[in-house]
Each structure stands twice: as structure tokens, then as C-alpha cells.
């Protein structure tokens, strides 16, 4: 008996675990201005960002209170995210890639996913 509770238990660990994973691997479309569109997925720390069908990593930079900074140093990728919008940058380039982008939450009041785990108020 006590071997099937022990197998019972390690499998209901590997069911929430696994649950916990796939909530980061969430994929966000985000509509922009001019018909532009970019996807994301990933927590407040790090997360991947699919422009123009190529998928580029964008880690946590600091940033002014109330928004969040992701960049990619390397390709110049650089995402500001504020309550109601974002922008995707080109900093190498110097370009904008993408204006005044919304999630479908965003486009209905809430706040962008991202800062879900992250505190860009305080």
C-alpha cells in the first residue's frame, strides 16, 4: 500500500511540475500599429521574442518605474513594455521596429502579462 501512495504522490509532483513549466511557455500575440505583430513567451525574467519568423532571447533590463525593459545586446532587440503599450526597438540600428503594441488582455484594460511576475509600480 504504501508503495502505490509513493507512486501515486511522485506522479501528482510530476502533473503539477510539469503544469508549472508550460505556464511560462504561454505564447502572447501582441498587435501593433501599421500591421506589424511580434509573439512572446516567458516569464518577467527572461523571455523569447518571435519578430520576422526568427525567435530572438531578451533578458530583464532595469528600467524606469511603471515599465519593463527586455534586450538582446547581440542583435540589438530591445522591447519597452508600459501599461498599455510597447515598443519594439532596433538598437543597433537604430530603428523602430514596432509602435504602441497590445496584447488582446491589454486591448481589454489589463495589464500586459509580463507583469504578472514582476512589481514595475514600486
Known amino acids: 500500500m504504501k508503495k502505490i501512495l509513493l507512486i501515486v504522490g511522485l506522479s501528482l509532483v510530476n502533473i503539477v511540475g510539469i503544469s508549472n513549466a508550460n505556464a511560462s511557455d504561454e505564447v502572447f500575440t501582441w498587435t501593433c500599429s501599421e500591421g506589424r505583430q511580434f509573439k512572446t513567451s516567458g516569464s518577467a525574467e527572461s523571455i523569447k521574442l518571435t ?19 527586455y534586450k538582446n545586446s547581440s542583435t540589438g532587440h530591445d522591447l519597452v513594455v508600459l501599461g498599455n503599450k510597447a515598443m519594439l526597438f532596433n538598437i543597433k540600428t537604430g530603428t523602430r521596429l514596432a509602435d504602441f503594441c497590445q496584447t488582446a488582455e491589454m486591448k481589454a484594460g489589463k495589464l500586459p502579462h509580463l507583469f504578472a511576475d514582476a512589481e514595475p509600480f514600486k
Do not use: A, I, V
Request: glycine fraction near 6%; avoid cysteine; proline fraction near 5%.
Open 51 to 69: 519578430w520576422e519568423s526568427r525567435t530572438y532571447d531578451l533578458d530583464h533590463q532595469t528600467s524606469l518605474p511603471g515599465s519593463l525593459r
